[in-house]
Structures are given as C-alpha cells and as structure tokens.
Nanobody
C-alpha cells in the first residue's frame, strides 16, 4: 500500500508557472511507476504525464508537451510536475497516481493508487 499526497496547486495567471509535488509514503517508492492526470469540471479524466520507476522513461500528453515536465526524486519519495506557460485550458484538479512494479502508462485504469488531488486554476 502507498499513500499519495499532492501539493503545489493554486490560482495563477496565464503564462505563469507552478510545480506540483506528490509525496508518497508506505512501501518502497521506486517500486512504483508514477503518473499525473487531471480532470476539469464536466470533462473526462485526462492523462498528463508519466514516469517509470527509474525515472529514465518519460511520457507527456501532446497537450502539455514542451510546457510540462514530470520528474521524480526516489530519495525523497516524491514525484513532481513542473508546469510552465500555463493556459486557462490547464485549469483542472490534478491527481498523481502510482502503479506497482510496472512501467509508466497513460491509462488511468493501470494505476492502483491515487491521491486526493490539488486544484490548478489559470485565469486569462
């Protein structure tokens, strides 16, 4: 079992940056591939980014490629999402998720553990 707690969300202007963090507790963090997903009101959940257990393999959604970067620090049991050049359409609740002893995935159903989410609001 792993527990996930996101932080770093907030209300910003278009063009600003935010860094989300997801702290994991419980079993060995480097046993888990990690992902970030988001969901805006009235919309389906959307894949944002994923990272392998080692941190060498990354995947980003086309909608955030070049603006967002996922990373992890296994010594700190934390995964990050650096978000630059934010747009109003990035407004959503952002969730981190963990996948035990498997590779990174863009499918939410592949993840067995989820955080409570952190809200990001971008105004124009």
């Amino acid at each position: 079992q792993v527990q996930l707690v996101e932080s770093g969300g907030g209300s910003v202007q278009a063009g600003d940056s935010l860094r989300l963090s997801c702290a994991a507790s419980g079993r060995t963090f480097n046993n888990y591939a990690m992902g970030w997903f988001r969901q805006a009101p009235g919309k389906e959940q959307e894949f944002v980014a994923a990272i392998s257990r080692s941190g060498y393999n990354l995947d980003h959604a086309d909608s955030v490629k070049g603006r967002f970067t996922i990373s992890r620090d296994n010594a700190k049991n934390t995964v990050y999402l650096q978000m630059n050049s934010l747009k109003p359409e990035d407004t959503a609740a952002y969730y981190c998720a963990a996948r035990f002893r498997s590779g990174a995935s863009y499918l939410p159903q592949d993840y067995g553990y989820w955080g409570q989410g952190t809200q990001v609001t971008v105004s124009s």
